[in-house]
């Protein structure tokens, strides 16, 4: 099992609400969250999902050579969903993202 940045098994409310915004916050890597017990399938989708768009926004800030951040993690963002949800069916619920034109 993988070592998360907190050392609970479950999350707290706050750690919770802290991985949901920031996921990098209290996870190290994608595959963390689909390994942590106390979370239901919904919320690792939620997260995932958080991550993916944050990894997304890091992407398109290196591509237009803003970087500065470690490596977005898509593939693997990705790949964790890919395991919870094949289908791509859960709703991301932040919207439309803004994408550049």
Do not use: H, Y
Not at 2 to 10: H, I, Q
Not at 34 to 60: F, N, Y
């Amino acid at each position: 099992m993988f070592a998360m940045k907190t050392e609970s098994v479950t999350l707290t409310k706050q750690e919770l609400a802290d991985a949901i915004t920031s996921p990098v916050s209290v996870f190290d890597f994608p595959l963390e969250v689909i390994a942590c017990p106390g979370l239901s399938r919904d919320q690792k989708i939620d997260i995932l999902k958080r991550w993916e768009l944050d990894a997304r926004a890091l992407q398109r800030a290196t591509d237009e050579n803003m970087s500065g951040g470690e490596a977005p993690l898509l593939d693997e963002v990705n790949s964790a969903l890919m395991m919870l949800d094949p289908q791509n069916t859960a709703p991301d619920g932040f919207g439309a993202a803004p994408t550049k034109v």
